[in-house]
Protein backbone atom coordinates (compact mmCIF):
# COMPACT_ATOMS: atom_id res chain seq x y z
CA UNK A 1 0.00 0.00 0.00
CA UNK A 2 1.32 3.85 -0.99
CA UNK A 3 0.98 5.96 1.93
CA UNK A 4 1.23 9.95 0.63
CA UNK A 5 2.15 12.02 3.81
CA UNK A 6 2.06 15.84 3.19
CA UNK A 7 2.96 18.51 5.91
CA UNK A 8 1.80 22.74 5.13
CA UNK A 9 2.82 25.27 7.39
CA UNK A 10 0.01 27.52 6.60
CA UNK A 11 1.01 30.66 8.56
CA UNK A 12 -0.85 32.78 11.14
CA UNK A 13 -4.04 33.42 10.15
CA UNK A 14 -4.58 31.77 6.89
CA UNK A 15 -8.21 31.46 7.63
CA UNK A 16 -8.95 34.87 8.00
CA UNK A 17 -6.76 36.75 5.72
CA UNK A 18 -8.03 34.75 2.58
CA UNK A 19 -5.13 32.43 1.91
CA UNK A 20 -7.10 29.07 3.30
CA UNK A 21 -8.92 28.52 -0.10
CA UNK A 22 -5.76 27.66 -1.84
CA UNK A 23 -4.40 26.71 0.43
CA UNK A 24 -6.95 23.59 0.76
CA UNK A 25 -6.98 23.50 -3.38
CA UNK A 26 -2.93 23.04 -3.79
CA UNK A 27 -3.75 19.75 -0.69
CA UNK A 28 -6.51 18.40 -2.75
CA UNK A 29 -4.49 18.56 -5.67
CA UNK A 30 -1.84 16.56 -3.54
CA UNK A 31 -4.11 13.99 -2.39
CA UNK A 32 -2.61 13.20 0.51
CA UNK A 33 -3.90 10.29 2.78
CA UNK A 34 -2.52 12.21 5.78
CA UNK A 35 -2.01 15.90 6.28
CA UNK A 36 -0.06 17.43 8.62
CA UNK A 37 -0.24 20.86 9.25
CA UNK A 38 0.92 23.77 11.84
CA UNK A 39 0.53 27.38 13.11
CA UNK A 40 -3.18 27.07 12.37
CA UNK A 41 -3.97 29.58 14.99
CA UNK A 42 -7.47 29.77 15.79
CA UNK A 43 -8.67 27.08 14.49
CA UNK A 44 -10.74 25.66 18.65
CA UNK A 45 -12.31 29.81 18.19
CA UNK A 46 -16.21 30.03 17.65
CA UNK A 47 -17.25 26.76 18.07
CA UNK A 48 -14.76 24.82 15.84
CA UNK A 49 -16.16 26.66 12.82
CA UNK A 50 -12.51 26.53 10.55
CA UNK A 51 -11.91 22.83 11.95
CA UNK A 52 -15.65 21.83 10.45
CA UNK A 53 -14.98 24.08 7.64
CA UNK A 54 -11.66 22.42 6.60
CA UNK A 55 -13.00 18.85 7.08
CA UNK A 56 -15.38 20.05 4.13
CA UNK A 57 -12.42 21.72 2.11
CA UNK A 58 -10.26 18.99 2.34
CA UNK A 59 -12.60 16.04 2.80
CA UNK A 60 -10.40 14.96 5.35
CA UNK A 61 -11.06 14.12 9.15
CA UNK A 62 -9.27 16.83 11.18
CA UNK A 63 -7.73 16.42 14.24
CA UNK A 64 -6.39 19.21 16.51
CA UNK A 65 -3.03 19.40 18.41
CA UNK A 66 -3.50 21.67 21.31
CA UNK A 67 -0.95 24.37 21.93
CA UNK A 68 -0.42 26.62 25.15
CA UNK A 69 0.47 29.46 22.58
CA UNK A 70 -2.97 28.21 20.57
CA UNK A 71 -0.31 27.98 17.56
CA UNK A 72 -1.89 24.44 17.22
CA UNK A 73 -0.83 21.45 15.01
CA UNK A 74 -3.17 19.22 13.09
CA UNK A 75 -3.21 16.14 11.50
CA UNK A 76 -6.00 15.27 9.10
CA UNK A 77 -6.55 11.75 7.12
CA UNK A 78 -8.74 10.24 4.42
CA UNK A 79 -11.10 7.50 5.91
CA UNK A 80 -9.11 4.86 7.88
CA UNK A 81 -9.47 3.45 11.12
CA UNK A 82 -7.66 5.45 13.84
CA UNK A 83 -6.92 3.86 17.10
CA UNK A 84 -6.26 7.42 18.95
CA UNK A 85 -5.17 10.66 19.24
CA UNK A 86 -2.71 12.27 21.42
CA UNK A 87 -1.70 15.81 22.68
CA UNK A 88 -0.20 17.72 25.02
CA UNK A 89 -0.29 21.58 25.26
CA UNK A 90 2.36 21.56 28.26
CA UNK A 91 5.36 19.64 26.94
CA UNK A 92 6.11 21.99 23.69
CA UNK A 93 6.14 25.08 23.43
CA UNK A 94 3.58 25.17 20.25
CA UNK A 95 2.17 21.33 21.08
CA UNK A 96 1.72 18.74 19.11
CA UNK A 97 -0.36 15.99 17.65
CA UNK A 98 -0.44 12.17 17.32
CA UNK A 99 -2.31 10.13 15.64
CA UNK A 100 -2.19 6.17 15.66
CA UNK A 101 -3.61 4.67 12.90
CA UNK A 102 -4.52 0.70 11.97
CA UNK A 103 -3.58 0.07 9.26
CA UNK A 104 -4.75 -3.00 7.09
CA UNK A 105 -1.92 -5.26 6.71
CA UNK A 106 0.21 -3.47 9.49
CA UNK A 107 1.35 -5.75 12.95
CA UNK A 108 1.17 -2.19 14.78
CA UNK A 109 0.16 0.70 15.05
CA UNK A 110 1.70 3.57 12.70
CA UNK A 111 2.29 6.47 14.58
CA UNK A 112 2.53 9.98 12.62
CA UNK A 113 2.94 12.87 14.64
CA UNK A 114 2.48 16.61 13.27
CA UNK A 115 5.01 19.41 15.35
CA UNK A 116 6.26 22.87 15.15
CA UNK A 117 9.74 23.08 17.19
CA UNK A 118 10.11 26.25 18.95
CA UNK A 119 11.78 28.85 16.94
CA UNK A 120 13.21 30.58 20.01
CA UNK A 121 15.77 28.01 21.37
CA UNK A 122 17.95 25.24 19.10
CA UNK A 123 18.83 23.71 22.55
CA UNK A 124 14.99 23.91 23.51
CA UNK A 125 13.77 22.85 20.60
CA UNK A 126 16.43 19.58 20.73
CA UNK A 127 14.76 18.73 23.95
CA UNK A 128 11.21 18.84 22.61
CA UNK A 129 12.63 16.77 19.67
CA UNK A 130 13.75 14.27 21.98
CA UNK A 131 10.03 14.05 23.36
CA UNK A 132 8.76 13.70 20.22
CA UNK A 133 11.45 10.53 19.14
CA UNK A 134 10.04 8.29 22.01
CA UNK A 135 6.38 9.33 21.07
CA UNK A 136 7.18 8.03 17.59
CA UNK A 137 9.13 4.97 19.30
CA UNK A 138 6.35 4.83 21.60
CA UNK A 139 3.86 2.05 19.99
CA UNK A 140 6.46 -0.97 18.76
CA UNK A 141 8.52 1.26 16.60
CA UNK A 142 6.18 2.42 13.16
CA UNK A 143 6.47 6.17 13.52
CA UNK A 144 6.74 9.21 11.00
CA UNK A 145 7.80 12.91 12.73
CA UNK A 146 6.72 15.80 10.05
CA UNK A 147 6.65 19.73 10.63
CA UNK A 148 8.57 22.55 11.02
CA UNK A 149 11.50 21.92 12.85
CA UNK A 150 12.66 25.24 12.86
CA UNK A 151 16.32 24.01 12.57
CA UNK A 152 19.13 23.34 10.63
CA UNK A 153 19.19 19.82 9.32
CA UNK A 154 22.23 17.19 9.41
CA UNK A 155 24.56 17.53 5.85
CA UNK A 156 22.93 20.31 4.32
CA UNK A 157 24.60 22.93 2.69
CA UNK A 158 25.71 25.72 4.76
CA UNK A 159 23.19 29.45 3.40
CA UNK A 160 24.34 32.48 3.38
CA UNK A 161 23.96 33.38 6.99
CA UNK A 162 24.63 37.23 5.90
CA UNK A 163 21.10 37.15 4.36
CA UNK A 164 19.16 35.16 7.23
CA UNK A 165 17.21 37.31 9.58
CA UNK A 166 19.17 37.97 12.88
CA UNK A 167 16.85 36.56 15.44
CA UNK A 168 16.60 33.30 12.67
CA UNK A 169 20.56 33.35 12.71
CA UNK A 170 20.99 33.36 16.55
CA UNK A 171 18.72 30.44 17.00
CA UNK A 172 20.16 28.37 14.29
CA UNK A 173 23.83 28.62 14.70
CA UNK A 174 26.64 27.74 16.46
CA UNK A 175 28.16 30.53 19.01
CA UNK A 176 31.17 32.33 17.62
CA UNK A 177 34.36 32.85 19.35
CA UNK A 178 34.75 36.25 16.98
CA UNK A 179 33.14 38.56 14.80
CA UNK A 180 35.72 37.80 12.56
CA UNK A 181 34.65 33.87 12.19
CA UNK A 182 32.18 32.84 10.33
CA UNK A 183 28.59 31.55 10.95
CA UNK A 184 28.29 27.82 10.90
CA UNK A 185 24.33 26.10 11.33
CA UNK A 186 23.54 24.03 14.87
CA UNK A 187 22.87 20.91 14.26
CA UNK A 188 21.61 19.92 17.48
CA UNK A 189 18.22 18.73 17.10
CA UNK A 190 18.97 16.76 13.89
CA UNK A 191 21.79 15.16 15.72
CA UNK A 192 19.33 13.95 18.73
CA UNK A 193 17.11 12.39 16.17
CA UNK A 194 20.27 10.83 14.11
CA UNK A 195 21.39 9.33 17.75
CA UNK A 196 17.77 8.10 18.17
CA UNK A 197 18.37 6.69 14.81
CA UNK A 198 15.51 8.84 13.04
CA UNK A 199 15.64 8.88 9.36
CA UNK A 200 15.60 12.59 7.56
CA UNK A 201 13.63 11.40 4.76
CA UNK A 202 14.39 14.23 2.03
CA UNK A 203 18.49 13.52 3.39
CA UNK A 204 18.36 9.90 2.86
CA UNK A 205 17.22 10.16 -0.99
CA UNK A 206 18.68 13.34 -1.14
CA UNK A 207 22.08 10.93 -0.94
CA UNK A 208 20.19 7.72 -2.34
CA UNK A 209 19.89 9.60 -5.47
CA UNK A 210 22.57 11.94 -5.83
CA UNK A 211 19.66 14.79 -6.24
CA UNK A 212 20.99 17.87 -3.59
CA UNK A 213 17.95 19.39 -4.73
CA UNK A 214 15.66 17.63 -2.47
CA UNK A 215 18.01 19.68 0.60
CA UNK A 216 16.43 23.00 -0.96
CA UNK A 217 15.29 25.30 1.87
CA UNK A 218 11.80 25.59 2.45
CA UNK A 219 11.26 28.57 3.92
CA UNK A 220 12.13 31.87 3.63
CA UNK A 221 15.35 31.36 6.29
CA UNK A 222 17.05 29.67 3.69
CA UNK A 223 16.69 26.52 5.43
CA UNK A 224 15.21 23.13 5.08
CA UNK A 225 13.01 24.04 8.45
CA UNK A 226 9.86 21.47 7.13
CA UNK A 227 10.88 18.00 7.65
CA UNK A 228 10.03 14.32 8.22
CA UNK A 229 11.97 11.76 10.09
CA UNK A 230 10.86 7.95 10.14
CA UNK A 231 11.90 5.18 12.42
CA UNK A 232 14.29 2.83 11.02
CA UNK A 233 11.92 0.04 10.17
CA UNK A 234 10.25 2.42 7.76
CA UNK A 235 13.53 3.32 6.07
CA UNK A 236 12.99 0.86 3.46
CA UNK A 237 9.73 2.22 2.66
CA UNK A 238 10.36 5.72 1.36
CA UNK A 239 9.84 5.69 -1.69
CA UNK A 240 9.19 9.70 -2.83
CA UNK A 241 9.76 13.17 -1.01
CA UNK A 242 9.06 16.14 -2.59
CA UNK A 243 8.36 20.19 -2.02
CA UNK A 244 5.32 21.65 -3.18
CA UNK A 245 5.02 25.16 -4.37
CA UNK A 246 2.57 27.18 -1.70
CA UNK A 247 1.89 30.04 -4.41
CA UNK A 248 2.04 32.69 -2.32
CA UNK A 249 -0.61 31.10 0.38
CA UNK A 250 2.40 30.73 3.04
CA UNK A 251 5.74 31.70 3.83
CA UNK A 252 6.19 27.33 3.44
CA UNK A 253 6.73 24.96 1.24
CA UNK A 254 4.38 21.99 1.65
CA UNK A 255 6.56 18.85 2.18
CA UNK A 256 5.44 15.39 0.87
CA UNK A 257 6.63 12.01 1.16
CA UNK A 258 5.69 8.51 -0.19
CA UNK A 259 5.43 5.31 1.87
CA UNK A 260 5.03 2.35 0.76
CA UNK A 261 4.01 -0.29 3.59
CA UNK A 262 4.74 -3.70 1.75
CA UNK A 263 8.48 -2.72 2.01
CA UNK A 264 8.32 -2.52 5.72
CA UNK A 265 11.28 -3.98 7.49
CA UNK A 266 9.26 -5.67 10.18
CA UNK A 267 12.45 -7.05 12.47
CA UNK A 268 12.98 -3.50 13.52
CA UNK A 269 9.51 -3.66 14.92
CA UNK A 270 10.18 -3.69 18.60
CA UNK A 271 8.35 -3.61 21.96
CA UNK A 272 8.53 0.08 23.43
CA UNK A 273 10.17 -0.39 27.23
Not at 54 to 60: Q, T, V
Not at 129 to 142: I, K, P, W
Request: hydrophobic share 40%.
Amino acid sequence: MLLKIMSQNIRHGAHLDGRWPRLAEIIRGQKPSILLLQECQGWLDNDMRQVIAAERDLGMRVWVGYSRTRAYTVVAHVPVPVVAFESNPYTLMQGYGAARFAFPGLPVPLVVISTHLTAYSVEAAAAEAQLLAARAYRYDGLGVLGGDLNCCPVGDPEPDWELVQPYNRMNRCLPRASAKEPWRANTIVGDKLAAAEMIDVAAHLADLRGDASLRAATGTGLVRVDQFHVTPALKDAIVDYYPVDPDGASDHSGIVTVLDTDRIDTSRIRPFT
